[in-house]
């Protein structure tokens, strides 16, 4: 599938993943990039940094409305759904405001898609939607399953979804609030030094995106296979970096241990058991499928951030450098 002439809708396009997804689209030749968010703010700002471009539309509403998602599709081919309450802690706070953005506006993204006769869209999931133990992660499991029960009903419709990460410069990334704290000469707060978790770069996420709107033909979940960090070694690597970069004395630099957020997992999972049974293995990533397929079984298992030999921390140095966030 080529995006070469294609009409793109984004919703929360103006995210650190949107955005990074808009550039990667604008060298695919596609004939409209409309983006869709709710903050005028951001929007107005990537208007600005994007003004050479005569293919990029701005369109300001919210994926609660179904008027406004509706308008919004006309004429468009595919759908990125990137829109979404993310923050652990503000769902446990505000349940119900992260079922209206997270379930109600995946339903209404997809009823609007079915009306404006959309050929395709990818929901962007989350790890945390595996045996979700907080309002996030069963959000995006509700999210999910509006995916596959629409795969069950749709003639025309494809719809398929991704599972990420923690996806390293995003919104809400810890490493700004390690460095941020290495630079006030605040002790680094950890939730729990022995915790684990998949991470990857934006370029990975966009990457995964790409592919997996090509590849999906209905009702698929694709996980990209990532890299497992211990959020100990991963503080440790910042705390080096930042302090030879800024000549701060490393030993004032001190980790406190906080405990873990409420509804917060010490490690995560991006599949589990009985989807690995219908799991397939594309190389850098698996796609889970009811459908029969061509590729051999993935035969992994539950895919937990829980192993033994997590990545070394030079191998966490070579990945945060290929995501701009610590210098080379």
């Given at each position: ?21 808009v550039h990667n689209l604008l060298r695919e030749e596609t004939e409209l990039i409309r983006i869709y968010s709710r903050d005028e703010y951001k929007q107005y700002m990537q208007q600005d940094a994007l003004s050479k471009y005569d293919n990029i539309q ?128 605040q002790a680094i707060t950890v939730t729990d030094l022995k915790m684990t978790r998949f991470m990857m770069t934006k370029d990975q996420a966009v990457s995964l995106m790409m592919k997996a709107m090509n590849r999906s033909i209905g009702g698929e979940i ?107």
């Amino acid at each position: 599938m080529s995006y070469t002439g294609k009409k793109i809708l984004i919703t929360g396009g103006t995210g650190a993943i949107g955005q990074c997804l808009v550039h990667n689209l604008l060298r695919e030749e596609t004939e409209l990039i409309r983006i869709y968010s709710r903050d005028e703010y951001k929007q107005y700002m990537q208007q600005d940094a994007l003004s050479k471009y005569d293919n990029i539309q701005f369109v300001i509403g919210d994926v609660r409305d179904y008027a406004s998602l509706y308008s919004a599709m006309e004429g468009i081919d595919y759908v990125f759904h990137l829109a979404a309450m993310k923050h652990v802690p503000a769902c446990e706070s505000y349940p119900y405001e992260a079922v209206q953005t997270n379930v109600k506006g995946t339903y209404h993204v997809i009823q609007a898609a079915k009306a404006q006769q959309v050929k395709k869209v990818l929901l962007s999931s989350s790890d945390k939607a595996v045996l979700p133990t907080n309002t996030y992660g069963a959000t995006k499991l509700m999210a999910e399953r509006i995916i596959q029960a629409t795969e069950k009903d749709s003639n025309d419709l494809v719809v398929s979804a991704v599972r990420f990460g923690n996806v390293i410069g995003s919104r809400g990334s810890v490493i700004p609030l390690f460095q941020r704290q290495i630079l006030k000469r605040q002790a680094i707060t950890v939730t729990d030094l022995k915790m684990t978790r998949f991470m990857m770069t934006k370029d990975q996420a966009v990457s995964l995106m790409m592919k997996a709107m090509n590849r999906s033909i209905g009702g698929e979940i694709f996980v990209l296979k990532m890299p497992v960090i211990q959020l100990k070694d991963l503080a440790e690597v910042v705390i080096d970096s930042t302090c030879k970069r800024n000549k701060i004395n490393q030993d004032n630099i001190k980790i406190e241990e906080i405990g873990l957020r409420p509804g917060e997992k010490r490690y995560e999972e991006l599949m589990t058991y009985d989807e690995s049974l219908k799991a397939y293995d594309l190389g850098d990533m698996y796609m889970i499928s009811n459908r029969m397929q061509d590729w051999p079984n993935a035969e992994v298992g539950t895919y937990s951030s829980n192993i033994p030999t997590p990545n070394t921390k030079e191998e966490i140095v070579k990945l945060l450098q290929s995501a701009q966030v610590l210098e080379g």
